[in-house]
């Protein structure tokens, strides 16, 4: 483990299209008592206050859901994030939804306003809508566009109202209300469920994706060394694992949106500790796992915790 490691548990699922994301950090601090490890006692670790309680709310907008509460949950997510990294630690976020992510980034670029940041997004969705073009109105499938101040209105689908647009620029703002990366230097493996408008802006931007046929036609480590080099000029990399990058037949469908055809359990360790070896990896973020959607007992959260003791116990 990491001398410097700091845990930041974010239990937030209000991004997500169904409850119960909010709890798989315990699910995952489950697994590890019965495989008797005591990670979890081993890193000093912080809670991220919730608004998880707004579920119970009326849905006022239907193209963002919940956004005004999203961006108050991204905005204690970067900041702590943001007051880690200048502590010289090294954050390690657990998340609920990946809607946080966009709050993740944001505190990273927030304390390294000058360097040049890497994303490595393992995931089986690109994550890349808008309240313009989202089908859902889910926002944990807009962090991305909004960490790149992209609304992506050339694909527009959707009338999204005035409130729903001040909360979607207070999102994009967070950390600083320049886009947080360039497109070049995001990096997506294992993307395999997306949406026109999405491949739209992939396509425009350049955007690569490794998916899981190449990365096992061409080897992982090809494509590993691949991507690194990719990320060359980068200064910092951070990562973010979510849990629907893997076989959901293969492993459990413990997820929000699971999507066969996916990553082995092994897959994903050698891509995150490979990554992790380099000098650049500044944060890393593992997110989407429900316990309550999991058709083998507590089989995702097991998993998840496997990769992460591998990665970094």
């Known amino acids: ?31 590890a008592i019965n495989a008797e490890n005591d990670f979890f006692n081993r890193a000093p670790f912080v809670e991220v206050k919730t608004h998880n309680e ?17 961006v108050e949950q991204c905005n204690r997510v970067s900041n702590m994030v943001h007051e880690s990294l200048l502590k010289g630690e090294f954050p390690l976020v657990l998340s609920g939804d990946h809607s946080s992510a966009l709050g993740t980034i944001s505190g990273i670029k927030a304390a390294n306003p000058e360097g040049r940041l890497g ?8 994550d890349l809508n808008t309240p313009y073009t989202s089908p859902s109105g889910n926002v944990h499938g807009m ?25 979607w620029v207070e999102l994009k703002n967070i950390g600083t209300n320049m886009p947080k990366f360039l497109p070049e230097d995001l990096i997506y493996f294992g993307v395999r469920d997306t949406e026109e408008a999405e491949d739209n802006l992939m396509l425009r ?14 080897g992982l480590e090809n494509c590993m060394e691949e991507a690194i080099d990719k990320l060359g000029h980068c200064d910092i990399i951070y990562i973010t694992f979510d849990v629907d990058s893997l076989d959901c037949d293969f ?7 699971p999507v066969p055809f996916g990553f082995s359990p092994d897959e994903a360790k050698s891509l995150i500790s490979g990554f992790l070896k380099t000098d650049k990896v500044i944060c890393v973020e593992f ?21 992460l003791s591998y990665c970094f116990g």
């Open 1 to 31: 483990m990491k001398n410097n490691l700091r845990i930041i548990k974010n239990r937030s699922d209000i991004g997500a299209g169904t409850r119960g994301a909010d709890m798989g950090i315990d699910a995952m601090e489950i697994a």
């Open 119 to 126: 994303v490595v997004w393992i995931d089986a969705h690109a």
């Open 251 to 257: 492993v459990s469908r413990g997820t929000g949106t």
């Open 143 to 167: 962090p991305l566009a909004a960490a790149l101040q992209e609304d992506n209105t050339v694909m527009q689908s959707n009338n999204p109202d005035g409130e729903t647009l001040k909360s």
């Open 287 to 307: 997110t989407e796992v429900n316990p309550l959607l999991d058709n083998r007992g507590n089989r995702m959260a097991e998993t998840a915790f496997d990769i």
């Open 54 to 70: 707004s579920i119970y709310n009326m849905v006022k907008n239907s193209f963002a859901k919940r956004i005004s509460f999203v």
């Open 205 to 218: 931007k350049g955007i690569k994706n490794y998916t899981v046929p190449e990365v096992r036609f061409r």
